[in-house]
């Protein structure tokens, strides 16, 4: 069974700064996808970025981007210059050959100004 | 509009209440979710339903009733719940083919609390 692991309860990060979510995985298939998903105090979950496993460039959203480790099944999201909109909840999917996504239990970010 | 709906936005019931949560997407997506969400719990996949055909069921007490009647709807139904069923109820909606990775859309969810 596949399994999503954020270590990282909760972060804090200065504002400007750059801060690394870290998101492990275990799978025995070959192709998936793997997403990173922000939601803010106000609830509504929204993508932040995605990676194709088959790919083995990172996938990079402006200030967002991922180290994707294959072999390690490690699949961290770096946000440069922090800034105070990106206070929320952030969670790591990963979604395999069916419609089921598995989500870790989140890390809870905080931009201080 | 927003591309999932859903309502309402908070729902307070008794054990004994029959309620129903709504969610409408107006995406044009084929496959609908229903998640909970719980504090320090990482979202569970309640149901899936792709082109109104239930396609996942994650052994969810039968308490929960999923309706699908189109592609734009899905409801859930409530009956006779438990104080640990007060959650976050999501829903959400893809795009799903073969070999996508469009991912899922989420509505605000509903805040469900039980007495």
């Known amino acids: 069974a596949q399994t999503v692991t954020q270590s990282q309860p909760e972060m804090s990060v200065q504002e400007a700064e750059t801060v690394t979510l870290s998101c492990t995985y275990d799978?025995?298939?070959?192709?998936?996808?793997l997403f990173w998903y922000k939601q803010p105090p106000s609830r509504q979950m929204i993508l932040v970025i995605r990676?194709?496993?088959?790919?083995?460039q990172n996938a990079t959203e402006n200030r967002f981007s991922v180290n994707f480790q294959k072999a390690a099944k490690s699949f961290s999201l770096k946000i440069s210059d922090s800034q105070l909109g990106d206070t929320a909840m952030y969670f790591c999917?990963?979604?395999?050959?069916?419609?089921?996504?598995?989500f870790g239990t989140g890390t809870r970010l905080k931009v201080l100004a | 509009e927003t591309g999932v709906t859903q309502t309402p936005r908070h729902l307070v019931m008794g054990m004994t209440n029959k309620k129903s949560l709504k969610c409408e997407q107006h995406?044009?997506?084929?496959?609908m979710y229903w998640y909970k969400q719980s504090a320090k719990k990482p979202l569970e996949l309640m149901f899936v339903?792709?082109?109104?055909?239930?396609?996942e069921n994650n052994s969810v007490p039968s308490r929960f009733s999923p309706e699908c009647p189109n592609s734009s709807h899905l409801f859930l139904h409530l009956h006779t719940l438990q104080p640990e069923d007060s959650a976050l109820y999501l829903c959400?909606?893809?795009?799903?083919?073969?070999?996508?990775?469009?991912?899922?859309?989420f509505g605000d969810g509903t805040r469900l609390s039980i007495l």
């Open positions: 959400a909606s893809s795009q799903e083919r073969s070999g996508s990775n469009q991912p899922q859309h």
């Open positions: 799978t025995s298939e070959s192709n998936y996808y």
């Open positions: 990676q194709e496993a088959y790919k083995q």
């Open positions: 999917a990963f979604r395999g050959g069916t419609y089921k996504y598995i």
């Open positions: 995406l044009g997506h084929n496959a």
């Open positions: 339903y792709n082109f109104k055909e239930q396609t």
